[in-house]
């Protein structure tokens, strides 16, 4: 923890992708801060090894590397298109000891409560977390809240009796969870399609269950990746769901 008065800090809770940025942003501005991060290293969700990450092992980023890499610092030419989560975490790691941000967090370090001191637009915040010394407490200028939305996993209730096993894909990391199973996933987002496309090589059987249309984007068209289509061009709206259509009908 930095000895440095911390009401002149920035708190900023968290080290994945949204931390990192912010905590870059904030050494560019010049404004000082503390950051606080649970696990022992950076990377959130997206390294595996951090107890509260939900990633599996055949993880993959949906979007391509040229789309969501920091514009300061490319990912590196050997990386694939789309990166795995191992080279997700390996970015993440480069990207932190680049920019020299590790030395400004406190890791291990839990935030257990933030609340404002004090009223008026601008108040202080106290920041109370836990480490490995116990529990501290501590006053900060600001605050910034960077600690994702995917950690805590959102269970739906289902009608009726269901004798099977039901597991969210929080709790997902291989497909020979489902060796020999009947499996229906329900819902076709990235994780859904993921998981179901995993599961075929395990699984007796493998079904989806969607509430409405969808369109299957296939990860490369005429060789290129599909979020790369058409470079910088910018159509409208109408125009662009046209020719998507097209392309992927």
């Known amino acids: 923890m930095s000895t440095t008065d911390t009401r002149t800090q920035i708190a900023l809770i968290g080290a994945g992708p949204s931390g990192l940025a912010a905590a870059r942003n904030l050494q560019k501005l010049g404004i000082p801060f503390q950051g606080f991060e649970a696990y022992t290293d950076v990377g959130g969700l997206w390294n595996i090894h951090n107890p509260r990450s939900t990633v599996y092992e055949s993880a993959h980023l949906i979007s391509s590397k040229t789309t969501t890499e920091f514009s300061e610092f490319p990912m590196k030419a050997e990386v694939a298109d789309y990166p795995s ?11 932190a000891e680049h920019f020299d941000l590790k030395r400004h967090y406190h890791f291990g370090a839990q935030v257990l409560r933030a609340e404002p001191v004090g009223e008026g637009a601008s108040p202080l915040w106290r920041i109370r977390w836990r480490d490995a010394q116990g529990e501290h407490s501590a006053e900060f200028k600001g605050l910034v809240i960077a600690n994702g939305t995917l950690a ?19 709790a997902y990391k291989s497909a020979e969870q489902f060796r020999g ?3 229906l996933v329900v819902g076709a987002g990235n994780s859904g399609c993921d998981i179901a496309v995993d599961a075929v090589h395990a699984a007796e059987s493998v079904d989806i269950s969607v509430r409405r249309g969808y369109y299957f984007v296939p990860k490369y068209i005429f060789g290129k990746p599909a979020d790369t289509l058409g470079g910088k061009l910018r159509l409208p709206v109408w125009l662009k769901q046209k020719i998507d259509a097209l392309v992927l009908g």
């Open 181 to 183: 199973k009947r499996v």
């Open 85 to 95: 989560h191992r080279e997700m975490r390996q970015y993440f790691i480069d990207f």
């Open 152 to 170: 805590e996993p959102n269970v739906p209730k289902f009608e009726g009796q269901f004798s099977g096993e039901l597991i969210h894909t929080a």
